[in-house]
């Protein structure tokens, strides 16, 4: 089945881009971003958190933004409009940004892959006449009722350190939506369940409604988010040899009152004039009949040797 792109015009995001390969659907902005506001099978349920960000007064989605050296803070917003532009299997959209660097920064959605459903390759091209150092960014917010998993480093080195944990302000070791285990993380909302005694039960708390959120250098290049017998996997590569920034941290689970999200970030990398630098997902669907817990590991293996 080919690709097919339109225009549309969404009551909710504005001008938009539809894509529709197989039986693969996924809504882009234009008039602001690019963020894919809307990613599901046809006829399915859109897994991505969209609703509009008060503070900016535009819609969320699946973002990329830009950290400068060893800065914490990005850069990028994703404010201006997007113009797009059609490959033989995907769709390029890009935004130029003209301060306080000058930066074109494109979001690529390619079909056909043997790797998962889509890939989306997130890059940053120098247009300046200066060195850059950046990290790329990107999140991926869902809706809250799932669950967020990180696996853990699967590096085993003797007598040393080989899996990190960065802890955001305010947050609590202590939180009750927070499961650390021998070889996932994860992160679920306030409705989450946890089976206890043969019954399920809700999970909630005096910190329930707190910003939690843990970065984890995850090795093993892929995370994802679980619901309801659907879930979303990306594939990345982490570079264990490389300089991240945020302690080293490759991948980070986040939930808050709204919805659950997983953020990305490449190395640092040094890209000269009329350079760029990449940063690479593949994301995959996936179903599955048993209900899997956040806090049960063995059911996370199952699930995990099937994709």
């Given at each position: 089945?080919?690709?097919?792109?339109?225009?549309?015009?969404?009551?909710?995001?504005?001008?938009?881009?539809?894509?529709?390969?197989?039986?693969?659907?996924?809504?882009?902005?234009?008039?602001?971003?690019?963020?894919?506001?809307?990613?599901?099978?046809?006829?399915?349920?859109n897994?991505?958190?969209?609703?509009?960000?008060?503070?900016?007064?535009?819609?969320?989605?699946?973002?990329?933004?830009?950290?400068?050296?060893?800065?914490?803070?990005?850069?990028?917003?994703?404010?201006?409009?997007?113009?797009?532009?059609?490959?033989?299997?995907?769709?390029?959209?890009?935004?130029?940004?003209?301060?306080?660097?000058?930066?074109?920064?494109?979001?690529?959605?390619?079909?056909n892959?043997?790797?998962?459903?889509?890939?989306?390759?997130?890059?940053?091209?120098?247009?300046?006449?200066e060195?850059?150092?950046?990290?790329?960014y990107?999140?991926?917010?869902?809706?809250?009722?799932?669950?967020?998993?990180?696996?853990?480093?699967?590096?085993?080195?003797?007598?040393?350190?080989?899996?990190?944990?960065?802890?955001?302000?305010?947050?609590?070791?202590?939180?009750?939506?927070?499961f650390?285990?021998?070889?996932?993380?994860?992160?679920?909302?306030?409705?989450?369940?946890?089976?206890?005694?043969?019954?399920?039960?809700?999970?909630?708390?005096?910190?329930?409604?707190?910003?939690?959120?843990?970065?984890?250098?995850?090795?093993?290049?892929?995370?994802?988010?679980?619901?309801?017998?659907?879930?979303?996997?990306?594939?990345?590569?982490?570079?264990?040899?490389?300089?991240?920034p945020?302690?080293?941290?490759?991948?980070?689970?986040?939930?808050?009152?709204?919805?659950?999200?997983?953020?990305?970030?490449?190395?640092?990398?040094?890209?000269?004039?009329?350079?760029?630098?990449?940063?690479?997902?593949?994301?995959?669907?996936?179903?599955?009949?048993?209900?899997?817990?956040?806090?049960?590991?063995?059911?996370?293996?199952?699930?995990?040797?099937?994709?």
């Amino acid at each position: 089945m080919p690709l097919s792109v339109k225009e549309i015009n969404s009551e909710n995001f504005g001008h938009c881009a539809l894509l529709v390969y197989e039986n693969i659907e996924i809504i882009v902005t234009l008039d602001y971003g690019p963020r894919i506001v809307s990613v599901k099978k046809c006829g399915g349920e859109n897994l991505i958190y969209n609703e509009k960000d008060i503070r900016l007064q535009r819609n969320r989605g699946h973002k990329m933004r830009i950290t400068i050296d060893k800065s914490t803070n990005s850069v990028y917003c994703d404010d201006l409009p997007v113009r797009y532009s059609p490959m033989s299997d995907g769709v390029s959209f890009i935004q130029s940004l003209s301060s306080p660097i000058q930066l074109e920064l494109s979001m690529d959605i390619v079909f056909n892959t043997d790797i998962g459903d889509f890939m989306v390759v997130h890059c940053a091209y120098n247009k300046s006449r200066e060195d850059v150092k950046l990290s790329i960014y990107t999140e991926t917010p869902f809706n809250n009722g799932g669950f967020v998993f990180i696996p853990q480093s699967n590096i085993r080195e003797f007598d040393r350190p080989s899996r990190v944990f960065s802890l955001w302000e305010n947050c609590r070791w202590d939180d009750k939506r927070l499961f650390i285990g021998d070889q996932y993380v994860t992160v679920h909302s306030d409705v989450s369940e946890i089976e206890e005694n043969g019954e399920f039960r809700l999970i909630g708390g005096d910190i329930s409604h707190s910003r939690l959120k843990i970065g984890v250098n995850d090795t093993a290049g892929f995370c994802g988010y679980i619901k309801d017998g659907h879930s979303l996997i990306k594939r990345y590569v982490h570079n264990r040899n490389a300089l991240y920034p945020f302690t080293g941290c490759s991948a980070f689970a986040t939930a808050n009152e709204s919805y659950l999200s997983i953020q990305n970030t490449s190395p640092f990398y040094m890209i000269g004039p009329g350079e760029s630098a990449r940063h690479i997902e593949s994301w995959i669907f996936s179903e599955y009949k048993n209900h899997i817990r956040p806090d049960n590991e063995a059911e996370m293996d199952i699930f995990i040797n099937t994709i």
